[in-house]
C-alpha cells in the first residue's frame, strides 16, 4: 500500500534522505533515484532497508553480521524476549542471546535451539529469606554474569517480558549502567520502559538509547517527563521535545502509524490484527538494523557518512519491515495471524527489498 503525501511531506522526505545520504559516494545516485521516482514513503524506508543491510559476503566471519542480546523474560513472559531475539536472527544477525531468570530459560531454550540462554536473572520471591549483604552478592553476581558478555554485544534489547519485580529491575539498572560504559547502544522496550519511566536518569543524555513505546508506556513517559497529556494535534512536536527533554534519546513511538522522534513517519504497509508481540519483532528489528547502520558508518570501504543517526536509521527500516511482514502475513492467514507467523514472513519480506543475492 503506497500512502499519498502532500508536496510539501514529499520534499521533507527527499530532504531526509538527501540530508541522511550526503557524504555517500557509494549510494546517493541510487537511493535519490529511488525516491525521486516513487516519491513515496515506501521509498523512504525501503532505501534506508537497502542502506544499511550489508551483502553476504563470504569473507565476512560469523559475528559480523551483528550479536545481539535480549535482557527479558520471567515467570509469566517468555513469548516476548523469544520474539525479539528470533526476530534478530530472522532479519539476519549471526548471534541472539538472551539473559532471563532462571525460570523462564528452560522454556525459552525449548522454543529454539537457535538462541543462546543465559539463566541469570533473580526475582525477590527466590532471595526473600536471604539478608541484605547476601541479597547484595547475588546482585553482584547478576551483573557479573553480564558484565563478562558486554563489550561482544552490537545491541542489547531491553524488556521485553522483563515483569516488574524491584529486585530484577534494580539489577537491570546495572546493566544499564554497564552498557553505558561500554558504549553499547540500547534498545528499552515493555517492562524497561516501565523501569525508565521511573529513573530517567538511566537514559537520560544517552546517545546510544532507543526508546520504543506504544500507546501506554508513551502516555506514561509524557506524563512523567513533560507533566502534561498526550497531545494528538501536535504529536510530532511533542514527541521531539520529549526527546529533547530526556537529552537527545531517539524514541519511536509505535501506533497505528510508527513517529520516530526526528520527524520521521513510518505508516507503509501494516496489518489489522493486533495479536500480541509485534512489538517485540519490532524492538529486534531496531536492535539488528541500528548495529548494521553503526558498521555501516565506520566501514572505510563503503565510504557512508550518513547525517542521520544509526539509531533513527535503524528505527525507520525495523518499522517498514516489521510492517511489511505484518501485511504479508494478513494476506495469508488473515484472522488469525499470529506474531510467529509475522517472524516467518521477514525474510521474505526483506528479500523482496534486497535480494540476498
Ligand atoms: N507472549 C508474551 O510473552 C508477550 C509479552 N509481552 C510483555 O508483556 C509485558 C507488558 O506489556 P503490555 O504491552 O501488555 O503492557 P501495556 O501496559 O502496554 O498494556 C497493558 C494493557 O493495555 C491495554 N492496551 C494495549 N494497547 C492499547 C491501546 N492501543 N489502547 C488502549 N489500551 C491498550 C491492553 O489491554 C493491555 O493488556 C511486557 O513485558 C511485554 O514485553 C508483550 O510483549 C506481548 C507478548
Ligand atoms: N493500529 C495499527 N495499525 C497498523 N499497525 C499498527 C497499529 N498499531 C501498531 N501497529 C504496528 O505494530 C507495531 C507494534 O506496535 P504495538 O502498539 O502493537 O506494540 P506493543 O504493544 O509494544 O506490542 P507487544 O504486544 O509486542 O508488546 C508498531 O510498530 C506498528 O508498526
Ligand atoms: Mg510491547
Not at 70 to 81: K, L, N, Q
Not at 104 to 110: M, Q
Not at 211 to 230: A, D, H, M, S
Not at 257 to 272: A, K, M, Q, R
Amino acid at each position: 500500500m503506497l500512502v499519498k503525501h502532500s508536496s510539501s511531506t514529499v520534499l521533507r522526505r527527499q530532504q531526509f534522505l538527501v540530508r541522511t545520504l550526503c557524504g555517500s559516494r557509494t549510494h546517493l545516485p541510487k537511493l535519490i533515484r529511488a525516491t525521486m521516482s516513487s516519491k513515496s514513503e515506501a521509498a523512504d524506508a525501503e532505501s534506508v532497508l537497502r542502506t544499511v543491510t550489508p551483502s553476504l559476503d563470504p569473507k565476512r566471519h560469523k559475528g559480523q553480521a551483528g550479536k545481539i542480546a535480549v535482557i527479558g523474560g520471567c515467570r509469566e513472559y517468555t513469548g516476548a524476549p523469544y520474539f525479539a531475539a528470533i526476530s534478530a536472527l530472522k532479519i539476519g544477525a549471526d548471534l541472539s542471546h538472551v539473559f532471563c531468570t532462571k525460570d523462564a530459560a528452560p522454556v525459552i531454550k525449548s522454543y529454539s535451539p537457535e538462541l543462546i540462554v543465559h539463566p541469570v536473572l533473580e526475582e525477590s520471591y527466590t532471595i526473600s529469606q536471604f539478608s541484605e549483604e547476601e541479597k547484595r552478592k547475588v546482585e553482584d553476581k547478576v551483573i557479573g554474569e553480564v558484565d563478562k558478555w558486554m563489550e561482544r554485544f552490537d545491541c542489547l534489547v531491553i524488556g521485553p517480558g522483563l515483569g516488574r519485580d524491584p529486585f530484577l529491575l534494580e539489577c537491570v539498572s546495572k546493566i544499564m549502567l554497564l552498557a553505558k560504559k561500554s558504549n553499547v547502544p540500547f534498545v528499552v522496550d515493555g517492562d524497561g520502559l516501565f523501569l525508565v519511566t521511573n529513573s530517567i536518569d538511566l537514559v537520560k543524555s544517552y546517545p546510544l538509547a532507543v526508546l520504543t513505546p506504544n500507546v501506554n508506556e508513551y502516555k506514561r513517559l509524557v506524563q512523567k517527563v513533560l507533566n502534561c497529556e498526550v497531545d494528538e494535534e501536535n504529536a510530532g512536536d511533542q514527541l521531539r521535545s520529549l526527546a529533547k527533554q530526556i537529552g537527545g534519546v531517539t524514541i519511536l513511538r509505535k501506533g497505528k502509524t510508527d513517529l520516530i522522534s526526528n520527524g520521521e513517519i513510518v505508516s507503509i504497509y501494516g496489518s489489522p490484527r493486533r495479536c500480541g508481540g509485534q512489538g517485540d519483532i519490532l524492538s529486534g528489528g531496531v536492535a539488528v538494523f541500528l548495529s548494521w547502520a553503526q558498521q555501516l558508518k565506520s566501514d572505510p570501504e563503503r565510504n557512508f557518512s550518513p547525517s542521520e543517526s544509526p539509531a533513527i536509521l535503524g528505527c525507520i527500516a525495523a518499522s517498514g519491515l516489521l510492517r511489511k511482514a505484518a501485511a504479508l502475513a494478513f494476506t495469508k492467514h488473515k484472522r488469525s495471524t499470529l506474531t510467529s507467523d509475522i517472524i516467518e514472513c521477514l525474510g521474505e519480506s526483506l528479500e523482496d527489498i534486497c535480494p540476498a543475492s
